[in-house]
C-alpha cells in the first residue's frame, strides 16, 4: 500500500514520530518526528474523502427519531438496582469527590 509494508512503516513513521515524542528526544529528534508526522498525514489526507452534513444532506433522507418506552425485563431491572446501588450520588461527584 501507500504507507508501505508494516515493517516499512514502522522504521519510516512508527519510530521516528514516537522517538520524537520521548521526553528525552533531542531537538533533532523532536524535528524529525514532526517531519514524520507531518508527511504521514498528508499522505493519509490524500485517501481520505471528507463529507460534510450539508452535503451529504442533499442525499441522505430526513432524520427521524422516536423515543420506544418499554418496560424492563425482571434481570434488566436486576441489573438497574444493582448499578444503582453502586452508583454515586449526584452531589458527591458535583463536589468533586471521586472515591
Do not use: W
Request: with cysteine; hydrophobic share 35%.
Amino acid at each position: 500500500g501507500i504507507l508501505g509494508t508494516a515493517q516499512e512503516f514502522k522504521k519510516h513513521f512508527e519510530i521516528p514520530i514516537l522517538k520524537g515524542r520521548d521526553a528525552d528526544a533531542s531537538t533533532a529528534d523532536r524535528q524529525k518526528g514532526e517531519e514524520k508526522l507531518k508527511e504521514l498525514i498528508s499522505v493519509v489526507n490524500r485517501c481520505l474523502i471528507r463529507r460534510t452534513s450539508d452535503i451529504l444532506s442533499k442525499y441522505l433522507p430526513v432524520k427521524i427519531e422516536q423515543v420506544v418506552c418499554c418496560k424492563l425485563t425482571p434481570l434488566q431491572m436486576e441489573l438497574y438496582r444493582r448499578f444503582l446501588k453502586q452508583a454515586k450520588p449526584v452531589e458527591e461527584l458535583t463536589r468533586g469527590k471521586m472515591s
